[in-house]
Nanobody, 125 residues
Framework: QVQLVESGGGSVQAGESLRLSCAAS????????MGWFRQAPGKEREGVAT????????FYAVSVKGRFTISKDNAKNTLYLQMTSLKPEDTAMYYC??????????????????WGQGTQVTVSS
């Protein structure tokens, strides 16, 4: 089992920044792919960014490339999403996910997936 707890969401103005954190605990030794996903009201969940925890390879959705940065602090077992130049269309519930004994493929993760409870990001114009 893997437990994921997100934090760092909030309400900001367009152009501002936020950093999301995802603290992982439990059996994380085989979580070789982690990622951030988001879901806006009335829309399907979409992948934002993924990271191979072994190789540090990162993938970003086109909509966030150049503005968002995914990173992982292995010592703290924490995943981050640094978001800059936020836009109103970034408004969504953001979720952290880990694929235990799985893999990343683009902005998707596959395997024995675990999800956090989400943190809300609201960007006003």
């Amino acid at each position: 089992q893997v437990q994921l707890v997100e934090s760092g969401g909030g309400s900001v103005q367009a152009g501002e920044s936020l950093r999301l954190s995802c603290a992982a605990s439990g059996d994380t030794s085989k979580s070789n792919c982690m990622g951030w996903f988001r879901q806006a009201p009335g829309k399907e969940r979409e992948g934002v960014a993924t990271i191979h925890t072994n190789t540090d390879y990162k993938f970003y959705a086109v909509s966030v490339k150049g503005r968002f940065t995914i990173s992982k602090d292995n010592a703290k077992n924490t995943l981050y999403l640094q978001m800059t130049s936020l836009k109103p269309e970034d408004t969504a519930m953001y979720y952290c996910a880990a694929a235990r004994a799985g893999y990343c493929s683009g902005s998707s993760i596959y395997g024995d997936n675990y999800w956090g409870q989400g943190t809300q990001v609201t960007v006003s114009s």
